[in-house]
């Protein structure tokens, strides 16, 4: 059961970089056909961004509903919660958006087979699907988009119940008493932000000495403060050194000497790559010392007419970024030379509040500065805005939050924009934009931004940058 077609592109994985490259490819004219051995939308759709955003959702309602007294609304009883309505919700919105790819391969004519796909040689892909059958495509060109998976880690046994991965934490049958949170990251904070909201008691451990280690220290620091004001206990620059699972808790030991007593730990430290068992080494396709695939900026192997993309390239592990290292490998396919930049990523994190981010940190910016042997603290400008400042927020109660701008002080160029606060991830692409311009500090100031709007915010930043912000207090002479 061999199938040959000319101009026929081969796609193993159907996540947010393989589905979109499946649909691009078509609207160029190729014969698609995806391999996917799970649900259409892969694990972002299915078990990560959207589902968590979802069930966040309904913790922020919570929170409005909890201040509803303030704005003159009289509401009977506290405010609680169902995790079975919120789980029922949750799929609902998932499961349209599956079958909504689901109707876009349709009218793209690409075809869908479910399995799982293992290379036999650089054109040709082995399928076993779920009845045991075998079949086999044979593709002009082939993208590997298989993604990432949760680790396999010895100190934290999974066991979907006691000891979890994000997976099961989003499909809470119960709200628990009392979780562990190991790892500070992006997807710990998110999760410490949704289960504090359900009232659980949340620890969350992070080796490193601050959370959101990657972020702009400034607003990390922020991040912790928020997360405090919420309950979270938080512990930095700390490890978990055992775990024992009892009956009816699970008793965590830290390297400090503390001993934790928890329904429930939720091990949050990171993705392994989906590169083994795919027949990578059958059709001699280089791979990383980390067991990446390696690629260039075209999104190529080492094998002409072999792709990679998304999270099992290592590069940024972002949904949106495997979408456009698709959209790039495709164009590559189909003869139209083209290369990604990662320069411009705008990334949202969706804790509560929520932080958007572009660009580099107020560290990386100063520590580029000494690598290019200039002065730092010359060079580089920052520029600040807090929503308290702001009439939209004063007026919607969302006070709580920061607009930060990185410049270069000799260019007026925008290195980084961080955001904390009320539809930061919204806000944060204003900036990308003009850094993808290549828009000045200046330039964005000078502007008309809309009032009252948060997007002000962004405004007033940049013009503090020059020390020109409106609503800021004269500052004293030096």
């Excluded at 060109?141 to 396999?152: D, E, F, K, L, R």
């Excluded at 979270?232 to 007593?261: K, Y």
Aim: some cysteine.
């Amino acid at each position: 059961n061999i199938r040959r077609v000319v101009n026929h592109l081969a796609i193993l994985g159907a996540g947010p970089g393989g589905y979109v490259a499946a649909i691009r490819a078509a609207q160029l004219g190729a014969r698609v056909t995806v391999i996917e051995n799970q649900a259409l939308g892969g694990v972002c759709l299915n078990w990560g961004c959207i589902p968590s955003k979802a069930l966040l959702s309904v913790v922020e309602l919570g929170d409005k509903a909890k201040k509803a007294k303030d704005f003159g609304i009289q509401l009977s009883g506290p405010v609680t919660y169902d995790p079975a309505v919120m789980v029922a919700r949750k799929n609902k919105v998932v499961s349209t958006l599956v079958k909504g790819i689901a109707t876009l391969f349709k009218t793209w004519n690409i075809e869908h087979v479910e399995g799982t796909g293992e290379l036999l040689d650089a054109r040709t892909i082995r399928v076993t699907k779920p009845d045991g059958t075998e079949t086999r495509v044979v593709a002009d060109g082939v993208i590997i988009a298989t993604g990432s998976s949760w680790p396999n880690l010895p100190l934290f046994p999974i066991d979907g119940t006691q000891i979890i991965t994000s997976k099961q934490a989003l499909d809470l049958s119960r709200i628990p008493v009392s979780l562990l949170i190991v790892g500070g990251g992006v997807e710990g904070c998110e999760f410490a932000s949704l289960y504090s909201g359900l009232g659980t008691q949340v620890t969350l451990v992070e080796l490193v000495p601050r959370l959101l280690p990657l972020e702009d220290e400034e607003i990390s620091q922020m991040m912790e403060r928020e997360l405090k004001k919420r309950g979270v206990d938080i512990r930095t620059g700390v490890t978990v050194d055992q775990i024992v699972r009892q009956p009816d808790l699970v008793t965590a030991h830290l390297r400090d000497g503390l001993s934790l007593n928890v329904e429930q730990v939720l091990v949050s430290v990171g993705r392994g790559f989906n590169s083994r068992g795919i027949g990578l080494e059958k059709a001699g396709i280089q791979v990383g010392t980390r067991g990446e695939i390696v690629v260039n900026d075209r999104m190529e192997t080492n094998v002409p007419g072999v792709y990679a993309i998304g999270d099992v390239v290592g590069k940024a592990m972002l949904a949106h970024v495997a979408s456009a290292q698709g959209k790039v490998a495709v164009e590559n396919f189909m003869g139209r030379p083209r290369t990604i930049d990662y320069d411009v990523i705008p990334t949202g994190i969706f804790t509560l509040p929520e932080i958007g981010r572009v660009g580099l940190t107020e560290q990386q910016a100063r520590d580029r500065c000494v690598a290019a042997g200039k002065d730092p603290q010359q060079s580089v400008k920052v520029g600040r805005f807090r929503y308290g400042g702001l009439g939209k927020a004063q007026a919607t109660g969302d006070i709580q939050g920061l607009l930060k701008v990185v410049a270069d002080a000799e260019s007026d160029r925008i290195l980084g924009v961080h955001i904390l606060g009320a539809h930061a991830a919204d806000l944060v692409h204003e900036a990308a934009l003009a850094m993808h311009l290549g828009a000045t500090v200046s330039r964005v100031a000078e502007m008309i931004h809309a009032h009252p709007t948060l997007a002000e915010g962004l405004m007033e930043a940049m013009e503090d940058v020059h020390g020109h912000a409106i609503h800021l207090a004269r500052k004293p002479s030096s």
